[in-house]
């Protein structure tokens, strides 16, 4: 059934009223990308057209995003924050209204709101707003039935860029081969693909409905890894990056001091990475190249927008935004040898060939569609069809420049984003100008219906619909400033954040202690004023905490749950601090109690690493013994009617090793070991009990984190969440190869 708007007759007064013709709106996204990574913004890397765009408009210095994906579109999408959404962390479903996994029924998007006003709306890219992700499942939160006429992208997340997860056209399942309307002279890549469909949504409709404006929402997923693109544009990057991080940053350091998007006098925060120590410097280089050639393929494809718009006289009566999802990201996916997979392309393939109408499914395919396996590791150099890699955070933290932190935390490389906004006919703004003012993604719907005299429904389908939260952009556009009477918020993953005006107040984890700086002075964060300023910190924490209660970021879905008596300087009250455990991301042996756990930057980075797991049952019970990650990615370790079972999530399949004997009397001393190609051992009292073999190690961090003697996050084993465990349970030890 449609979802239906009740906006009352008021809602023709600003169409009657408007003598001039409405603009066109594009909204354009980046994925996965730092703020200094384009040209405009600092970098290196070649992105003309963006830079006109920025030239002849207006940048904006200190926008936020909510340092992830599917937050970030929830919040641009409906004007909200993203747990008033339903989408606080990922398409996950926690069984909390502001984490459900998709999009609710209580906001609307900006398609929803503009069709009303005669509107015709399209997409092209990336969705990731909702857990329908199966080709023949559900479809009650795609893009066709959240207001959008046209549809070319992919419902999934990351993906392979010469064979998208799940490519979608309109409402149907498609693949590059399959698909009889698309077939480019040159191949397919992704990203050609989207501008492509783009230019040719725009040039449809100014053939079929001139007399109508149009909203196109075109989200590319590069440069998230995969790093992926075509030779020709890597050979423009060839040699750049030989030198290594420093000099690179450095630079871009100085660039922006030079455009005035940081103070000439700010501090950067430290570098990560020492480029002496890197062992395959023309491995990590290659990275970092093809990086750049996802960035510049990227602008190509928005020069085809603009082109398009001018040849159908429509550029200067439209409104088009460019921003990123979150910042640059350190998540090593791909960036460590698997047993059992090649360096080097077999001369021949050894899995079966898919068939053209066989759908690619999860952001990690298995093999290649002509059989090839997906080649990891340093010292296979990415950029084709069968490799799969990221450029870890030594180049992150150079994409974040000058920036603390990464996608996922609320520092500033986690949530600042070039925006830029461009409309030949309606800025008066002076062309080229910075506006300084904080801002966040919540204010483009705002503004949007400011600009074209849309009207936020106050139902839809007979459903009372939440209210809007942003403010309107509008002035900047004119050169005015931009009255905010409240702070900006933020949460994602227990990381948490507040901005009013020159202050933020920001901390790590669902246990991370409150840090407070002066953004005027020192928007890189290296100078924590927390305790200086217990008073202030006091205020804003309290503004957090009922803004967190009001939008539904807590209750959190993990645990611990956030403390009610955080005071200044402090992280939650101690019954819900973070594990005190001897380890942390950075290192490879984690000890933890029963009740603990790890989440954000002090979980484990278990991708791609044998693991071996001990544990001392003080008394039996059934219940996990320690679980990290969820229904996509993660392992576990628990005991079920006495019999141990070491689990994994793998691409969301589920495999698992258990037990041919059930436990001995405790107590008990446990080993589960996880090693290369995928071998289990489950070891008691120094007694082999079970083993066997799954397909591999996690090929990819889980985004959920450790806990000890409960599964705190969504369940990745074949129990109930959080499955406690119900005998006494000593020290839990993890140790990664």
Not at 309 to 316: V, Y
Not at 447 to 468: K, M, R
Request: glycine letters at 12%.
């Amino acid at each position: 059934m449609p979802r239906i708007p009740l906006i009352g007759l008021l809602a023709l007064i600003p169409l009657a009223a408007t003598a001039a013709p409405r603009p066109n709106v594009i909204v354009i996204m980046a994925d996965d990308m730092g703020y200094s990574d384009l040209g405009c913004f600092g970098s290196e890397i070649a992105t003309p057209n963006l830079d006109k765009l920025a030239m002849g408009g207006v940048r904006f210095s200190q926008f936020y995003n909510t340092a992830r994906c599917c937050p970030t579109r929830a919040a641009l999408l409906t004007g909200l924050y993203p747990h008033q959404a339903g989408v606080g962390h990922m398409v996950d479903d926690k069984k909390l209204p502001g984490y459900q996994g998709m999009l609710n029924d209580r906001c609307v998007t900006i398609a929803e709101a503009l069709r009303p006003a005669g509107y015709r709306t399209y997409m092209t890219g990336k969705w990731h707003v909702t857990r329908e992700v199966k080709p023949d499942g559900p479809r009650t939160n795609w893009p066709l039935q959240r207001g959008f006429d046209r549809l070319y992208g992919t419902i999934q997340g990351g993906g392979n860029y010469w064979d998208p997860a799940m490519l979608i056209r309109d409402n149907t399942p498609i693949t590059p081969e399959n698909d009889s309307a698309y077939q480019p002279k040159n191949g397919f890549y992704y990203t050609d693909a989207i501008g492509d469909h783009a230019a040719q949504f725009i040039g449809e409709h100014v053939k079929a409905t001139p007399e109508k404006p149009f909203f196109l929402y075109c989200a590319f997923t590069a440069p998230h890894w995969p790093l992926h693109a075509r030779e020709a544009d890597v050979a423009k990057y060839k040699g750049k990056y030989d030198a290594g991080y420093g000099p690179i940053r450095e630079a871009r350091l100085n660039r922006l001091r030079e455009l005035g998007l940081i103070k000439a006098d700010l501090k950067p925060s430290p570098q990560a990475g020492d480029w002496e120590v890197v062992k395959d410097k023309a491995w990590e280089a290659r990275c970092m190249e093809v990086y750049a050639a996802q960035i510049d393929a990227m602008d190509q494809n928005v020069g085809k927008i603009i082109e398009q718009l001018r040849a159908g006289n429509q550029l200067e009566n439209t409104l088009i935004f460019f921003l990123q999802d979150n910042g640059g990201c350190a998540e090593t996916v791909g960036r460590q040898a698997r047993a059992n997979v090649p360096k080097e392309r077999p001369d021949k393939p050894p899995f079966p060939p898919m068939g053209k109408d066989e759908v690619q499914l999860g952001s990690t395919p298995k093999q290649t569609r002509d059989g090839y396996p997906i080649r990891v590791g340093p010292g296979v150099m990415p950029g084709g069809y069968d490799t799969h890699i990221a450029y870890g955070g030594g180049w992150a933290n150079v994409s974040n420049t000058p920036f603390r932190e990464y996608k996922h935390w609320n520092h500033e490389g986690g949530i600042a984003t070039p925006l830029v906004a461009y409309w030949p006919k309606g800025i008066t703004a002076k062309a080229g100008s910075i506006d300084a003012t904080p801002g966040h993604l919540i204010d483009l719907m705002p503004t949007i219906l400011e600009v074209t005299g849309a009207q936020y429904p106050h139902q839809f389908s007979n459903i009372d619909i939440t209210p809007l939260e942003g403010k309107s952009l509008a002035p900047a556009l004119a050169g005015k400033s931009i009255e905010r009477p409240q702070p900006i918020f933020f949460e994602h993953e227990g990381n948490r954040a507040v901005r009013a005006g020159q202050w933020k107040l920001v901390a790590k984890g669902p246990g991370g202690a409150w840090e407070l700086y002066d953004m005027e002075a020192d928007r890189a964060e290296t100078t924590d004023l927390a305790k200086a300023q217990p008073e202030r910190v006091k205020e804003l924490v309290a503004q957090w905490e009922a803004w967190a209660k009001r939008t539904g970021a807590i209750p959190w879905p993990w645990k611990p749950a956030y403390g009610e008596k955080a005071v200044a300087g402090e992280g939650p009250a101690k019954n819900g601090g973070r594990a005190q455990a001897r380890g942390s991301s950075t290192e490879k042996v984690f000890t933890l109690k029963a009740g603990d756990y790890l989440a954000g930057k002090d979980a484990p980075d278990s991708a791609e690493k044998p693991l071996t797991i001990t544990a001392r049952l003080e008394t039996i019970g059934d219940g996990v013994i320690l679980a990290q990650g969820g229904t996509g990615h993660g392992f576990t370790l628990y005991v079920k009617d006495g019999t141990v079972t070491l689990a994994a999530r793998l691409g969301s399949k589920l495999y698992s090793v258990s037990a041919k004997e059930k436990l001995p009397a405790a107590p008990v001393d446990l080993v589960a070991r996880l090693k290369e190609g995928g071998m289990v051992t489950l070891t008691a009292n120094g007694k082999e009990i079970g083993a066997g073999r799954i397909p591999d190690l996690l090929s990819t961090t889980p985004t959920d984190g450790l806990s000890a003697g409960q599964d705190a996050n969504a369940r990745v084993g074949e129990y109930a969440a959080p499955f406690k465990y119900g005998g006494k349970l000593g020290e839990v030890r993890l140790a990664l190869e």
